[in-house]
Nanobody, 122 residues
Framework: QVQLVESGGDLVQPGGSLRLSCAAS????????MGWFRQAPGKEREFVGA????????KYADSAKGRFTISRDNAKNMVILQMNSLKPEDTAVYYC???????????????WGQGTQVTVSS
């Protein structure tokens, strides 16, 4: 089992950048694939990107490609989502999740953090 805590959400202007962190507790963190999802008001939870246990395989939603980068540090039990060129439509609560495979369905991730709010507005 793993516990997840996100941080780094903030209000940022369009075109700006944010770095979201997900701190994990538990000795088995390095065995999990990690995903980032987001949910805007009135919308379904949406896949943003994911990274495999080693950090060698990454997968992104089309909306994130070229702007967002996922990385992980297994020694620090940490996953990072670097977001650049932010747009108003990126506004959402962002969640990190842990699961067995690098998949885009939120149903594949049994462990979730509480989320962190990202607001992109001028």
């Amino acid at each position: 089992q793993v516990q997840l805590v996100e941080s780094g959400g903030d209000l940022v202007q369009p075109g700006g950048s944010l770095r979201l962190s997900c701190a994990a507790s538990g000795r088995t963190f390095s065995s999990y694939a990690m995903g980032w999802f987001r949910q805007a008001p009135g919308k379904e939870r949406e896949f943003v990107g994911a990274i495999d246990w080693s950090g060698g395989i990454k997968k992104y939603a089309d909306s994130a490609k070229g702007r967002f980068t996922i990385s992980r540090d297994n020694a620090k039990n940490m996953v990072i989502l670097q977001m650049n060129s932010l747009k108003p439509e990126d506004t959402a609560v962002y969640y990190c999740a842990a699961g067995g495979h690098i998949l885009s369905s939120y149903l594949s991730y049994p462990y979730w953090g509480q989320g962190t709010q990202v607001t992109v507005s001028s």
